[in-house]
């Protein structure tokens, strides 16, 4: 269990997706007492603003062809007129929010010399008061935002490009307009963007998305800071809802915000040439202004993870809610242990490794279907799940199996022709069944593994424990070879001293290696 706790604190440290707001008896009962008076006349000052937006912001298009709604409005009424009562309109829903004062550090350059505007750190949905701050520049936003009453029209006054992030179509065409606009020499007006693409805590700066640096132009690195007593503002992943970020917001007489412009960043010809490359050097650059960790930390989806190569490392794995639900079921270790040999039975048996609910449940010896079908959701999206995903992320998680063995069970499960090789696709599945979470970017992985022919198991233990990025997984993921053998380390383990095959919740054969399993179609 020592083990297990060490792992958890390395990800809890460093954990950038976590935000709840710490209250003493004092400000919880200030708050109240301000909450109730200032709240209410607050968010009906700023939604009546925002409200009327809504007719304003249809006028900017409104009568306007295709063709011309595909052309930036320079010029006209619909440029003078409107654009300041917009920013007006912006800056008011904001001020009766609390934000009564932007200080201002640095100077923010033209479209022309900077087309892009590159935010963060990224803290909550309040950080949209920047835009009013950059004169309204264009932003990139999901599609489904444009049935939103208000969002919808204030997306369309600012032509903003709109994404479908389920249709691979869309992104491509998202893609080609940023480059478009960004290369138009001014045409366009300037961009802005939070290339971090979530929402964090602060306490460090996560990975950087591409999309900002995929023309290879010159962006200016902008810092958002909120430096207040309390840290009302930020709506995170998981703790603090976004109905408790704006309530303690205004609830505070007032909220400081800085807006910091940085000098702009001019890529070199390599960062040019690699945009993950130009990003990741322009994150590390604000991140040393902060004073704060630049991390690999990215989320996929909704799943927080962390870069490793081209793997995702899910930063909460759910291995360990699995773990969690089932000794809140009532489940002993030994319990959990056998659930486990049933499992990798059913994976060898005629009946495949994928399973309902319904099954589940019983394999697991659960008493609640509801806990089965938590855990169910924790690796599928739907209600049928790969029994290999569970055993083998548990199996690492818990320390049951040191790293050699469980390399080998998990190779002879997603060895689907039996030949003692892996497919580029195994090797994405079987990685995803290690670390628990989905593996989409593991070329970089196969080509490493395929360098003397189609890759073997001898193959696959030798990258991950002597390459030197892969080497990191080992060590934070697995239990090194031989730590299986000792006293119990985790709630899986019974502590049998001795001959190690005999702990083995699989069928071995004479060698100690487990049996392979049988073709699932």
Known sequence: MERQNSHQATYSSL???????????????????????????????AVLCFLMMWPIARLRLA?????????????????????????FLSRAVFFFLGFFWVRVKGCRVGHKEAPVLAVAPHSSFLDMLVLTETHLPTVVSRSENQSIPVIGALLEFNQSVLVNRKNPESRKQAVVQIKERLTSNGYWPQML????????NGTTLIKFKPGAFLAGVPVQPVLLHYPNKLDTVRWTHRGTTWVEALWHTC??????????????????????????L????????????????????????????????????????????????LH??????????????????????????????????P???????????????????????????????????????????????????????????????????????????????????????????????????RVLTTHPTYQNLISEYFTPEGVESTPPSSPLTKGKAGNNRTDLPYKTADNGSPLPSKKND
């Open 363 to 461: 394999l697991l010896g659960l008493t609640d279907r509801q806990t089965a079908a938590k855990i169910c959701g924790l690796y599928s999206k739907d209600d049928m799940v790969d029994l290999r995903q569970i055993y083998l992320s548990v199996t690492s998680v818990s320390g049951l199996l040191g790293f050699k063995s469980l390399l080998h069970t998990a190779f002879t499960l997603y060895d689907r022709e039996c030949n003692g090789s892996l497919t580029a696709v195994d090797v994405s599945d079987l990685m995803g069944a290690l670390v628990g979470s989905p593996q989409y970017h593991t070329e970089e992985l196969y080509t490493e593994l395929s360098r003397r022919g189609a890759p073997t198991e001898q193959d696959l233990f």
């Open 328 to 361: 809140k079921d009532g489940l002993r270790e030994s319990e959990v242990e056998a659930a486990l040999s049933k499992m990798i039975d059913r994976c060898q048996s005629e009946q495949g490794w994928r399973a309902g609910v319904d099954e589940l449940a």
């Open 63 to 87: 009568g306007l062809s295709e063709a011309e709604r595909s052309r930036p409005v320079r010029t006209g009424w619909r440029r003078w007129l409107l654009h300041p009562i917009i920013q």
């Open 278 to 325: 130009y990003a990741d050097n322009v994150q590390k650059l604000m991140a040393k202004t902060l004073g704060i960790p630049a991390t690999d930390h990215v989320m996929e989806g909704r799943v927080p993870t962390r870069k490793l190569g081209g793997l995702s490392l899910p930063v909460e794995p759910p291995a360990r809610e699995t773990l969690s639900l």
């Open 15 to 45: 954990h950038p997706f976590v935000h709840t707001l710490k209250l003493t008896r004092a400000q919880l009962i200030r708050g109240m007492v301000l909450g109730s008076i200032l709240v209410p006349i607050r968010v009906f000052l």
């Open 193 to 200: 963007m939070f290339p971090e693409g979530t929402t964090t």
């Open 251 to 276: 609830s505070q007489l007032y909220t400081n915000v800085t807006v910091e412009y940085l000098p702009v960043y001019t890529p070199s010809q390599a960062e040019k040439d690699d945009p993950n």
